[in-house]
């Protein structure tokens, strides 16, 4: 965003100055955000953690392959062109290498799972690779054999940037936007990978701490030479793998990094690059819960498709893309459930007073002259139309079913509001004009069971206290079937 404005090249130092400043103005997460990590469902999480395994594993491919002129794109399509359109660059050397420490990686990885006493092989295996593979291209010059090594990199740590900030001039517009559209971005792949571990070690995440815990980073990373900070799902994946289980684990790695880049970096000019990359797959590839994936498609269809396009979405478009789509169709599936809630047709269980779902219940049994549904939902301005259509077309296949069985009409409509939380104005003139319209047919509208808030605005309305009258209100389906049924009948003996 900012090198649409300004040159990292021909200005840098005014570029430092503006990625400060965005930095600093990605604290978001002070603004206790922590509601969007609701809308990360289970599938999400799944599909997002399988997309992002796949592309940091295929991101690896450069250092397992040897390839030098590589992609900084982390979409499938990107990557796998560039690893075959640079054929010529692949090194046998580095391939054999990278092989055989994925190959110790694994069995490591494979006996700590298969053992947990043991779990101190998988955690000490990368060290030991790294040490080792160091040691190995030092002593046969493996480097000049095609094998990239890290190289020497600059000692100490960063000064402060505090004075660089940029809170003024013409770049101030660019500096907010893109700290504001940074910002969002971060928080929420931090809180996806967040929320990923929780799963997988079965803890709790407090979204609104997590996303101040970052935001607070972010202010002060702007005055530390830093960009913007968020939970990297890589390294947080070999944390993971290491067995590490508290924020001790950062502090301890805060102080290795610092003590290394004081005092340890020489060490490093001869590690490879293949190793590290070795050492991210083995930490991701774990990720992929494939018989979670398989258990979803059994429980929930429509989750399935939302783990699909999180999944598909990572892989294909970008991390950020494919979460926001995953979570625009689970706010669709939020909305489709609103705007057409559940409605069902009860029927008698033989030789007892407990009504149910006919589909599920296959001995419930209609009761002649009696339609009885049940709302599973709140009914509100969203939903009242549908409602509405519904209900009136079920009395319209009821007295056509009853014309060709030549039974009796429909006399009582009796709706069962138990699983109705909350009603809006929308619903209750829902209920007054169905009263209306059943009473041109002869028949009665009759409510069961309605919660305190819907009693409370049912009992406010003027136009609609008939609907609750005594005769009208019962606290049972089987209550209400046994009066009316009574009622049914003296009408019938005083017309004869």
Not at 184 to 196: N, P, W
Not at 217 to 239: E, K, L, P, Q, W
Not at 284 to 291: E, F, N, S, Y
Not at 317 to 323: C, K, R
């Amino acid at each position: 965003m900012l090198k649409q404005e300004v040159s990292p090249t021909n200005d840098p130092l005014l570029f430092l100055q503006l990625a400060f400043s965005s930095t600093f103005f990605a604290s978001l997460g002070l603004l206790r955000l922590g509601f969007i990590i609701d809308f990360l469902s289970k599938a999400t999480l799944i599909g997002f953690m399988a997309g992002a395994a796949i592309i940091v594993s295929l991101q690896q491919l450069k250092s397992l392959l040897g390839i030098t002129h590589f992609t900084k794109q982390m979409e499938l399509v990107p990557v796998l062109s560039s690893v075959f359109h640079n054929t010529n660059e692949w090194s046998w050397q580095t391939v054999l290498m990278g092989f055989c420490f994925l190959v110790f990686l694994l069995l490591a990885r494979h006996v700590s799972m298969k053992k947990p006493k043991l779990f101190w092989v998988s955690a000490g295996a990368p060290l030991v690779s790294v040490i080792l593979s160091t040691v190995l291209v030092f002593a046969f010059k493996a480097q000049r054999h095609g094998i990239s090594v890290i190289g020497k990199l600059q000692e100490g740590l960063n000064p402060p940037s505090w004075n660089m900030l940029h809170f003024h001039g013409s770049y101030l517009g660019l500096v907010v936007k893109t700290g504001l559209v940074t910002g969002i971005i971060s928080l929420t792949e931090g809180i996806a990978v967040g929320r990923t571990f929780a799963a997988l070690k079965n803890y709790q995440v407090d979204g609104n701490k997590e996303m101040m815990a970052i935001g607070l980073m972010n202010v002060i990373g702007s005055a530390t030479s830093c960009y913007v900070t968020t939970g990297a799902f890589s390294r947080s994946a070999v944390n993971h793998n290491a067995g590490a289980k508290t924020a001790v684990s950062n502090i301890i790695m805060s102080v290795t990094v610092m003590v290394t880049l004081l005092f340890l970096m020489p060490l490093f000019q001869y590690t490879p690059n293949v190793v590290l990359g070795a050492i991210i797959v083995t930490a991701v590839i774990g990720l992929i819960d494939i018989p979670a994936a398989c258990q979803i498609w059994k429980i929930d269809k429509f989750d399935f498709v939302v783990m699909l396009c999180a999944f598909f979405g990572v892989i294909l478009v970008s991390v950020q893309d494919g979460l926001a789509i995953a979570v625009g169709i689970s706010i669709f599936k939020i909305l489709l459930q609103v705007t057409r809630p559940k409605t069902v047709v009860l029927g008698n269980i033989p030789g007892t007073d407990i009504f149910r779902n006919l589909h599920h219940y296959k001995e419930a049994m209609r009761i002649p002259g009696f339609l009885i549904l049940s709302i599973e939902a709140p009914i509100n301005f969203a939903n009242t139309t549908y409602l509405k259509e519904r209900i009136l077309r079920w009395i319209d296949e009821y007295e056509t079913e009853e014309d060709t069985k030549r039974q009796s009409s429909i006399h009582f409509l009796i709706l069962d509001l138990s699983a109705v939380s909350s009603i809006d104005t929308s619903g209750v003139s829902l209920l007054k004009d169905l009263k209306k319209a059943l009473e041109n047919t002869g028949a009665e509208l009759v409510l069961v069971n309605p919660g305190g808030e819907v009693l409370e605005k049912l009992q406010r309305a003027d136009d609609v206290r008939d609907v609750m009258s005594p005769d009208a209100l019962y606290l049972t389906v089987g209550e209400a079937v046994a009066a009316l049924s009574s009622t049914m009948k003296g009408r019938s003996s005083n017309h004869v």
